[in-house]
Nanobody, 127 residues
Framework: EAQLVESGGGLVQAGGSLRLSCTAS????????IGWFRQAPGKEREGVAC????????NYAYSVKGRFTISSDNAKMTVDLQMNNLKLEDTAVYYC????????????????????WGQGTQVTVSS
């Protein structure tokens, strides 16, 4: 059974950093793109960052470029999201998810293209 488990969320002040981790199991990690998505109250779920399990190529949402970094360890089947210089508008539930589509498409269409979702982890940025 495929599973994605997130960890590392929490409360942080604006300008601070957090590192989220996603541990995958039950599917062929290198055949999937793994993405981080977020959903704030009253808003649509949006793509944050994505990494290809096959070649490690990455895609980022414009709003997080230069602040967030996605990385993976295929041997451990983990994907991390390092979030620096956090802003109030980064507050959301963050989800790890997997898709058999390319990151360039997946990051913009998570609800349509996701094969597996994690349960989500809350990130709250305070002033």
């Amino acid at each position: 059974e495929a599973q994605l488990v997130e960890s590392g969320g929490g409360l942080v002040q604006a300008g601070g950093s957090l590192r989220l981790s996603c541990t995958a199991s039950g599917f062929s990690f290198d055949e999937y793109a793994i993405g981080w998505f977020r959903q704030a109250p009253g808003k649509e779920r949006e793509g944050v960052a994505c990494i290809s399990g096959s070649d490690g190529s990455t895609n980022y949402a414009y709003s997080v470029k230069g602040r967030f970094t996605i990385s993976s360890d295929n041997a451990k089947m983990t994907v991390d999201l390092q979030m620096n210089n956090l802003k109030l508008e980064d507050t959301a539930v963050y989800y790890c998810a997997a898709s058999q589509y390319y990151c360039s498409a997946y990051i913009n269409h998570p609800r349509l293209l996701t094969n597996y979702w994690g349960q989500g982890t809350q990130v709250t940025v305070s002033s």
